[in-house]
């Protein structure tokens, strides 16, 4: 084995180590059961460690990611993940969290081609085309950003359409879904307020979301283009 690997072996024995000797019989309860409270949907960027941000130990975070962080209702793996999430472990909170300057965002809005990602990048596409005039509106260095978060809150509601969360509300199981998104220039998250708790409040809740999210980039495009020394 290379001594990168070696690394890692040796880092994770470490971990284990520490780990049980600040909680002695960590490992053993956590192997009886795992009771998260929380799903995670996020995107694969190694700079994005679900766990890690918000300092929550293993067991604490059920975790789905994938480029992107696209839900979409053909892809069994990530509803795969969601249905054991809150119809197995009875998850209450399912966020999905996106990040700014995101790869993959990146490459759909500009149309880079990567290889097979493209066509899974087709679904952000979705996003930057149904949106296109606003992001049209906003300068190029705001645009990539302006989508990472747009693309958080239609994945959202795509999450509150699967059939998974609305026969959960049907009955009348407590499931609520957010939309966050992750300054990687600052480790900070930031909610964007698409919360959803009932099946009624996804148009609503999405609407609003939408037009805080504009009014945002909007507002601090407007700042930016503000003549500097006005006379008073
Ligand atoms: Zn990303």
Redesign the pocket.
């Known amino acids: 084995m290379t001594t990168e690997l070696q690394e890692l072996f040796e880092r994770n024995r470490r971990w284990a180590a520490e780990t049980e000797s600040r909680e002695p019989g960590f490992f053993s309860r956590l192997l009886k059961q795992q009771t998260p409270q929380y799903l995670w949907i996020g ?3 190694s700079r ?1 460690p679900a766990n890690e941000l918000v300092d929550l130990l293993p067991g604490e975070l059920f975790v789905h990611r994938n ?3 696209v839900v979409v209702p053909t892809d069994l793996n990530a509803l795969s993940v969601i249905q054991y999430a809150i119809d197995a472990l009875r998850v209450t909170h399912v966020i999905v969290v ?2 700014s300057n ?4 990146k490459a759909a809005l500009n149309n880079l081609r990567v290889g097979l990602v493209d066509n899974w990048l087709r679904h952000v596409q979705d996003v930057r085309d149904t949106h296109q005039d606003f992001l049209d509106s906003l300068p190029a260095e705001r645009r990539v950003d302006a989508l990472c978060e747009l693309n958080v809150l239609e994945q959202a509601r795509n999450v509150c359409r699967t059939t998974i969360v609305t026969d959960a509300w049907q009955r009348g199981q407590e499931v609520v879904v957010h939309g966050w998104v992750y300054g990687l220039h600052n480790g900070l998250l930031e909610d964007l307020r698409v919360t959803v708790a009932h099946a009624e409040d996804i148009g609503p809740a999405y609407a609003t979301a939408l037009a805080a999210l504009k009014q945002r980039y909007s507002a601090s495009v407007a700042a930016l283009t503000e003549p500097i020394g006005a006379p008073d």
């Open positions: 995107c694969a960027d994005v480029i992107a962080n996106g990040h995101c790869g993959g965002v």
